[in-house]
């Protein structure tokens, strides 16, 4: 059989572009290495999967800090609004939670990929689970097919290369299409992991003094070795007993990685402000006036409730204030240096967790050798690239699943349409 569009990968991309390429009737052959399809969608967004989020297009593409604008006319074409109406159209219901972030109402990812397969059964995809793909052939300037790790050659008019990035390799996804993308002369940026814990060994990390304690609505940032801040955000993390994560040490941790490499520094300076709505005065004013009012308790009694209590004797000790200080006795000048810690506690970063252990994987096939309304490569004719194995990625909020459908449906369908010419 010589199919019209092969897709590598059941993963939300590859799922997407299946859907795409045999809406209009076409032989497409989807192929996983796997057991079974959609495995990471099926564990994403804490096995409830965040499938989209339901932002508008500027404020999707900001949350999509590697590389969203190359996303504009795919969104375009097949955006949130569409995932959306795509999921409602089989049924499956979707609910808004906070900041935009959409789900199934069943709260189950299984909801989620079941619908996607069973609509690519439905409209007559081949499906090949236990399908390892170890070559993507190529002949005289177009694609030919690929060669299966069992030495079967498949032929095909068109390619999709939807074999995501190399984070949490145990669903399948081990980088294996950057090579084949070089192999058609492509070049992939170097990667790198995004949405991952952050490391430190500062003496409180290393203590595990902190572990568990987890912080709400607090501010993070990023700072160079100049002193400049690079990156702030603000939400909730947690201190782990490697360093830190939660939502905002995740949507730092790019900024860590690429500040280590740029400036060549084995340290990177993270800063906490614990009260983001209030100034150094306020909070000097503020806490000063808890003291007084319990002027015969201890200072570390006192703040209690006011600032999270495990990391109260820190900031006591680094303000130079002994915890069993009273209202009394309090040096002005050191309290006004507690007030300045609370809304700048430094944490210095050596680092992130692994690739593997990322949620996402930055860098991928270079997007100037890539047509950002097919997603055909510039290079190879009938190869086409979508989801992460593209050099795209985003804060974790329903922004990787949303660029994986949306890249996935623009190379199905336009893969498909070239095929019929051919
Ligand atoms: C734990 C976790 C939670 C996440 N939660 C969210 C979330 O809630 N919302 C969100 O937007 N993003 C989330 N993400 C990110 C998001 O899941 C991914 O960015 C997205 O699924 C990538 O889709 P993809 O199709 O490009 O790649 P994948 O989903 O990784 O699919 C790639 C597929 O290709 C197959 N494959 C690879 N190599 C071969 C080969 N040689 N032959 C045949 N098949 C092959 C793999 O088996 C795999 O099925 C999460 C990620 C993780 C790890």
Avoid at 181 to 206: D, R, Y
Wanted: aromatic share 8%.
């Amino acid at each position: 059989m010589v199919y019209d569009v092969i897709i590598i990968g059941g993963g939300s991309a590859g799922l997407m572009a299946a859907v795409a390429a045999s809406a209009s009737g076409g032989r497409v052959l989807l192929l996983d290495k796997g057991d079974k399809l959609g495995r990471k969608l099926g564990i994403s967004g804490g096995g409830r999967c965040n499938v989209t989020n339901n932002k508008e297009m500027d404020e999707l593409v900001k949350h999509i800090p590697g590389n969203g604008r190359f996303l504009y006319s795919a969104l375009t074409s097949f955006g949130n609004k569409d995932i959306i109406a795509f999921f409602e159209s089989m049924g499956i219901k979707l609910k808004e939670e906070d900041n935009g972030r959409m789900f199934p109402v069943t709260d189950k990812a299984k909801t989620v990929v079941d619908a996607l397969v069973n609509q690519v059964v439905k409209q007559g995809v081949d499906i090949r689970a236990h399908a390892p793909v170890d070559e993507v052939l190529y002949k005289d300037g177009a694609v030919a097919g690929v060669r299966l790790r069992s030495g079967e050659r498949i032929t095909g008019a068109a390619v999709i290369v939807a074999s995501g990035g190399k984070s949490v390799p145990h669903t399948g996804s081990t980088g294996d299409g950057y090579a084949w993308a070089e192999k058609a002369g492509h070049t992939i940026t170097e990667l790198f992991p995004t949405e991952v814990p952050i490391t430190s060994n500062e003496p409180f990390i290393v203590s595990k003094e902190l572990q568990g304690v987890s912080l709400r609505d607090v501010s993070l940032s990023v700072w160079n070795p100049k002193g400049k801040r690079i990156i702030e955000h603000r939400g909730d993390m947690i201190f782990t007993h490697f360093g830190v994560s939660g939502p905002i040490a995740l949507r730092c941790s790019q900024f860590v990685v690429k500040a280590l490499k740029q400036f060549q520094v084995g340290n990177i300076i993270l800063t906490i402000d614990l009260m983001p709505d209030k100034s150094v005065d306020e909070v000097y004013a503020e806490t000063l006036k808890l003291a007084e009012t319990d002027s015969k308790k201890a200072v570390k009694n006192v703040l209690h409730g006011y600032l999270p209590d495990k990391m109260i004797p820190l900031l006591l000790a680094r303000s130079g204030l002994p915890e069993t200080l009273t209202y009394d006795h309090i040096p002005k000048q050191q309290w006004m240096e507690l007030a300045k810690t609370a809304k700048s506690f430094p944490l210095r970063a050596y680092g992130t967790r692994s690739i593997e252990e990322a949620f996402v994987t930055g860098g991928g096939v270079h997007l100037k050798e890539v047509d950002p309304r097919t997603m055909e490569s510039k290079l190879m004719n009938g190869l086409y690239f979508c989801g992460e194995v593209l050099d795209i990625h985003g804060y974790t909020g329903g922004y990787n699943i949303t660029a994986a459908f949306s890249t996935g449906y623009a190379a199905g369908s336009s893969a498909a349409a070239q095929a019929q010419y051919k």
